[in-house]
């Protein structure tokens, strides 16, 4: 027999013999219709609880921030909770007892604004509702939405304490949450002020920072002129503002003493024009062209006539331009003052600062300093008192958001009695309510505080002994920072904050529960009451009854019957800052929960680069002023979501995509693969095109573990190979996982998600899809039960174990399935097994030096027979015997391989011989050069190699290797 079949006589067929891959695991993954069935496996066999069950294993806790309760679930909640989780999968399968109890921040203004909603919408004023009822409501509300969200983040494939999740909300929550700023109280840091707040005249509440969102809107700029009532006589001095509706309120007018001024002259005027000729005006040198131009004034049209120096303006006194106004029954008929400011800049305006210490934070204190008089000239609802002269009732904003008359009414009063010097309409980014979304003001009203410069009383003064001095030894010493930018960006914030406005003048909240003395007032030693057996009275009732308590009938008498006299005393109403309620559920959680922390304290929190205003900000300051340090070891920050252009999402633009529109389509493990695949330390792009990128990659990934899968179908313990038996191209694989295992715990352990996925990625389709599967195959399909069989085996099983734990923190549910191709039982899960141990011993750098000496040549002969598969020279690589010209070095490594094997050729020949002139060459790998030629012999029906000895066996048409092979089998 020649090896060559004939029409008479049939090829042998061979194809039951091979070992061909064989599993159910489809290529199409139908994860949307698959995920919820393990979803209901892991709550059925209690995979969280079990894994509570390992002991001696050390903690590692990630405190949850908690998303606010009131609508479904947004892109950026998915991206945030989706990289929690991946944290405590890698955590736990790196050997940690990683708990997560996730939670929900349930109280404030986003919820009663629903409420009060649904109350216009029926007529209903909220006001004739008794207080208990409306929180009620309002608790209900928040519960709806809770289950809501719970059922969308479990659709996310997130563990966690699902059954038993904190809420702001619960009973002993709010307990604490009294008790945490009781502590504050106790400390001596809870005091009540007047000064200019974020006020929400909508809302008619105050907003903190965090509850504050810039956009841009129009306003009206005016330049206006204050008269020299002495020390320079005719002189005007020209103040510009954008918020005309303050100048009423005006008390100062602020200069700044390195600025150089002038006296400027008016010598002509247009027609149309506030100015008159004879005019002089003090201006900043460096603005007074673009003052006088917004007055229509040419340069033609005024002079300037002199220097004034920081002495002179210091010694002038103005007169408000209200002063002596018709019907302003002298309210106005004070002295300006002329007062030095560090805040002033010859940036924009006119070098001179309208001064309004009740509606600004430079104009409070500049009045601080220097005894101004506060102003009380604007009601709760933004409108101007009834009994204001001139303007009483007029509106700085409509209810539904839109400037009022209050701007108009200042402006044509000024333009009366020829105080306006010009107007410009300008857009500006301008803070807003980020509830209602309408503008917020800066206004006076008294509130209560939290002192944050003030030594506290509680003797912890390891770390300073204010809350400033605490939080910035915290960032600076006992927080590690991911990324490092964070730090910088909360120190600069906590450096350069005021103290804590903590009351709100609302309903759904926990109430300041403290009370003030009748007839005192606020700074006396007495002013607040400060008895422990109230707090403990307080504390007690509300862990029975929740905050409700605090309003019920009768409660100052239940609080203060037998230790103080209810009737010398008033309760306050207001209610804490949310930012209060969420930065005190470390205390709720992480210390009194038995599944918290040891220690109270957090080793991570996770949240978007917005928290650093917000929930890190908030915790941080309320743990330093009751633990005296930052309730958290390290804090991670995440960019935002953004759609695949680069832009914002929004509604009105339609580019919004929603999680479960993702989910539906793709699954869960595809939104999952974006997260992980994406630098979430920037803004991350997610669209239809950027998930088909994904969706791809996972396919890829996917055509990896089916390959595993079907090798090892029938793998025993029997197959199993010593790793120092197998053959060298076996031992580089153990070499590759021995590395990528060091880098996968390293990547976890820094939170490089992206960094993990791409390298084992990359691991699975190019070193192994694309070359060692490619190279073992043949052994795999076709050796009987050899060494080499056994090995390759082996490795695949190792393989398989480590990727589908490597793996199982970012494919959560893949993996599942995956695990389950090959460890069926009721209780079976990869999310119950820790990364198999390191192996440091299989790393060898030798033998990887040598296999990149291999992979490198085998570009070259691969690259050859590309070219002849394109030519249509051979069809099949296994068609080709190419000669190889190496160096003697490179020799010498390719004849310790098979390297036609390498090559997934019939044979190959290495040589040093001189190249032909037209061998293949690729320029990127010098000193290899490849001269194609056929194989010669018979085709192999089982193994389809071109080998001399085919036919010449005892099976028809088949090479010794596969004749073996048949006969042992």
Known sequence: MDGKTTSATPAPDYKATLNLPRTDFPMRAGLPKREPDWLARWARIGVYDRLREKEGRPPFVLHDGPPYANGHLHIGHALNKILKDMVVRSRQMMGFDARYIPGWDCHGLPIEWKIEEKYRQKGRDKDAVPVVEFRQECRDFAAGWVDVQRGEFQRLGITGRWDAPYLTMGHHAEAVIAAEFQTFLMNGLIYQGSKPVMWSPIEKTALAEAEVEYHDRQVDAVWVAFDVASGMDGAKLVIWTTTPWTL???????????????LYEVTGRPEECWARIGDRYLLADALAEDALAAMRLEPSMHRRLRDVMPEELNALTLAHPLRGAGGADGEWDYDVPLLPGDHVTDDAGTGFVHTAPSHGDDDYQLGLTHGLPMTHNVEADGSYRADLPLFGG???????????????????????????????????????SWRSKAPVIRLNRPQWFAAIDKPVGDGKDDHGETVRQRALTSIDTLVEWTPRSGRNRLHSMIEARPDWVLSRQRAWGVPLTCFTKKGAKPGDADFLLMDEQVNARITAAFEAEG??????????????????????YDQVMDILDVWFDSGSTHAFTLRDRDDGSEDGLADLYLEGTDQHRGWFHSSMLQGCGTIGRAPYRAVLTHGFTLDQKGQKMSKSIGNTIAPQEVVDQYGADILRLWVAQADYTADLRIGPEILKGTADSYRRLRNTMRFLLGSLSDFSEADRTDPLEMPDLEKWVLHRMGQLDAQVRDGYAAYDFPGVWRAVFDFCTVELSAFY??????ALYCDGETLRRRAARTVLDLLYHRLTTWLAPILTFTMEEVWLERHAGDDASVHMQDMPAPKPQWVDDGLAAQWDTVRRVRRVVTG??????????????????????????????????????????????????????????????????????????GKCQRCWKVLPDVGHHGHDGVCARCDQALSDG
């Open 547 to 568: 905050a409700d308590a605090w309003y019920a009938e009768g409660a100052k008498h239940r609080f203060l019957d037998g230790l103080h006299d209810p009737d010398a």
């Open 248 to 262: 009423p309120s005006n008390r100062a007018v602020a200069y700044g003493p390195a600025i150089s001024y002038g």
């Open 394 to 432: 007029e509106a700085i904003l409509k209810p539904n958001g839109k400037p009022g008359g209050a701007n108009k009414a200042v402006i044509d009063k000024m333009v009366e009695v020829g105080a306006l010097l010009a107007r410009r309409r300008l857009t500006i980014s301008d803070a807003h």
């Open 773 to 778: 599967f490619d190279v073992r195959k043949d």
């Open 864 to 937: 050859a027979l590309e070219v002849a598969r394109r030519d249509k020279v051979i069809g099949s690589s296994l068609e080709a015997a190419p000669t190889v010209h190496v160096d003697a070095a490179t020799k010498a490594v390719l004849d310790g391989v098979a390297f036609d094997d390498v090559c997934i050729v019939s044979a190959i020949t290495v040589t040093t011989d001189a190249a032909p002139s037209d061998a293949f060459v690729l320029d990127e790998v010098p000193g290899v050069a490849v001269a194609f030629a056929h194989a010669e012999g």
